[in-house]
């Protein structure tokens, strides 16, 4: 039980982290790999601003708002200096290793001695009112006139252009979303360990990617504004696979290899088992869209 | 009224591949007529289009639109003077986002994009009533993702969008060729309603003489970056046209 509780709680503070690579991955198109160095990044900011003596909720919110500097970085790296969005990534990455190192001048940090979000109420009810705010926020913005824009901007450039629109403003947008949430969800995890390592953030990029994938597999048929939805459930869902596994005595030396392979079996069922096997039925094609209607109405006519 | 002054535009400048589209190129388009361009492939169509758009930067010369010097401006800053449907029917739309979506976000164009609520509730009768006109029945669909209609649907939609805020100059670049025979012929009348519904000065690039002729006031044919032809279209006909094109065709194959 205590295995479930907390595979849930590091489901929903990994399910912050998955919307913002959400924001990236799926609505950009673009694989930002500097979350790598944003999560520690938000985990260090909060271990600094704590131990200042600033309260524990204004020392996440901060961590946020510092931490959506990254995605400042990574930007001005690729519109400015025409550097590859995904060699942008790196190297911010690569800087923030630095940073982090340099912010409380330690690689770790135990938090044990200081107050965190979670002791304003039970730790899984606080986690389930912030990944709800931020859900919620990120639906809200999703449906504002920048939100399509950015939707937009990673659709097709050449429309945002036509409407007179800079998509650089939208992808710098997205981008500093994305990181503060990762830097948010670094903080959290921060405070939910106990501590904060240099290492926290080595192969977060899988785990976020996961829990996109886990949550396109298990409700297919959400709209795309929705998405938030699975990606919180894909996280919770991710973390309990990898918590049963532990239990069952997998050593957590080879957890990183399993969550690759977690990916790479999501991906393999969506890609290939699904056209192979028609699982459910669902074969691809006509029988796969998400909106039936207008297919068959197609189908009518010509 | 468009005026394209002492344009020039090279490609791979300063190498030995360097090819030289226009020197000193002029060209008045006049308003609310519908140009048609024509001439055959490297004749410089597409870049004529690409450079009044601001897709790609004149390297000398001006471009004035209604006398206003659009040429040291960008291409999202042009866009809101020119409306531009492209050959691919994707160019011109969010393909993950529906219909009402899509024409929500061409609705606000020139009015700034802020934290409101994009899709207003009270424009959706002007949105159905402009699909109407298309007669296509995408005015049923406004809640269907745009990657779920057809090619001409979609360029029918960009048009639609392209137009909606009655841009000053409307550039078509080749924006039926990607379609088969019958949609393209729904696809250009209904681009000729809107045309002349709203009068839009018009310029329209394609490879169709029959199209190019009956579609358009003028008729303009380029060859290496120069007009070789320039006149009204109903004193042509589609053979002189062909036999002309032929002619030109036939001068590049033996050189």
């Known amino acids: 039980m205590k295995l479930l509780l907390t595979s849930v709680e590091q489901g929903l503070i990994f399910g912050i982290l998955a919307m913002g690579v959400f924001i990236t991955y799926k609505i950009l198109d673009m694989a930002d790999l500097s979350v790598e160095g944003t999560f520690p990044f938000g985990a260090f900011l909060f271990a600094k601003f704590i131990s200042l003596g600033i309260n524990p909720i204004l020392s996440t919110l901060l961590a946020c708002l510092f931490g959506s500097l990254a995605g400042l970085l990574t930007t001005l790296l690729f519109t400015q200096l025409k550097i590859r969005p995904i060699l942008a990534g790196i190297l911010t990455m690569t800087i923030l290793y630095s940073v982090n190192l340099k912010i409380n001048g330690r690689s770790n940090i135990p938090l044990f001695d200081y107050d965190s979000v979670f002791d304003l109420g039970s730790t899984l009810l606080v986690l389930i009112i912030i990944a709800l705010l931020v859900k919620v926020l990120l639906d809200l913005f999703l449906k504002t006139e920048t939100g399509y824009l950015l939707i937009a901007t990673g659709d097709n450039e050449a429309l945002v252009k036509s409407l007179g629109e800079n998509c650089n403003k939208y992808k710098l947008i997205g981008l500093m979303i994305a990181n503060g949430l990762v830097a948010l969800s670094g903080a959290l995890m921060a405070q939910h360990q106990g501590f904060v390592d240099i290492t926290m953030g080595a192969s ?67 890609n290939v088992a699904l056209d192979l096997f028609k699982f459910n039925g669902k074969g691809g094609g006509v029988k796969n869209v998400t909106n039936t209607q207008p297919v068959q109405e197609l189908q009518q006519r010509y | 009224m468009l005026r394209i002054l002492n344009l020039s535009k090279s490609f791979n400048k300063g190498t030995e591949n360097q090819v030289d589209i226009f020197t000193n190129f002029n060209l008045t388009i006049e308003k609310n007529k519908c140009t048609a361009i024509i001439g055959p492939n490297g004749c410089g169509k597409s870049t004529l289009l690409n450079l009044i758009s601001g897709t790609f930067k004149a390297d000398d010369g001006q471009i004035l639109l209604n006398d206003k010097d659009i040429s040291n401006l960008t291409e999202e800053k042009r866009a809101l003077f020119i409306g531009r449907v492209h050959q691919d029917p994707s160019m011109g739309v969010s393909p993950t986002l529906t219909i009402l979506e899509n024409m929500s976000l061409a609705d606000k164009k020139g009015e700034g994009f802020s934290l409101r609520r994009l899709v207003n509730k009270d424009r959706i009768p002007k949105y159905v009533e402009l699909l109407k006109d298309l007669d296509l029945g995408l005015e049923n669909k406004l809640n269907t993702q745009v990657k779920y209609l057809s090619g001409g649907q979609r360029q029918s939609l960009s048009l639609l969008m392209a137009t909606m805020k009655f841009p000053d100059l409307l550039l078509l670049d080749e924006h039926t060729a990607a379609l088969d025979p019958k949609t393209s012929h729904v696809v250009m009348m209904k681009t000729k309603e809107l045309i002349e519904k709203y009068k839009m000065t018009t310029i329209f690039i394609s490879h169709n003489m029959r199209d190019a002729i009956q579609y358009s006031d003028r008729v303009i044919m380029l060859d290496q970056g120069q007009v070789i032809l320039d006149k009204a279209s109903k004193e042509l006909t589609e053979e002189e046209l062909m036999d002309i094109y032929r002619r030109k065709l036939d001068e590049h194959l033996l050189h």
Do not use: E, Q
């Open chain 1, 204 to 270: 977060i990029i899988v785990v976020a990617l996961a829990s996109i994938i886990i949550g396109d597999t298990i409700k297919k048929k959400s709209s795309l504004l929705k998405s938030t939805t699975r990606v919180i459930i894909g996280a919770i869902i991710y973390k309990i696979i990898g918590g049963i596994a532990i239990d069952l005595g997998l050593n957590p030396d080879d957890l990183k290899a399993v969550n690759a392979f977690i990916v790479i079996a999501f991906i393999a069922y969506n």
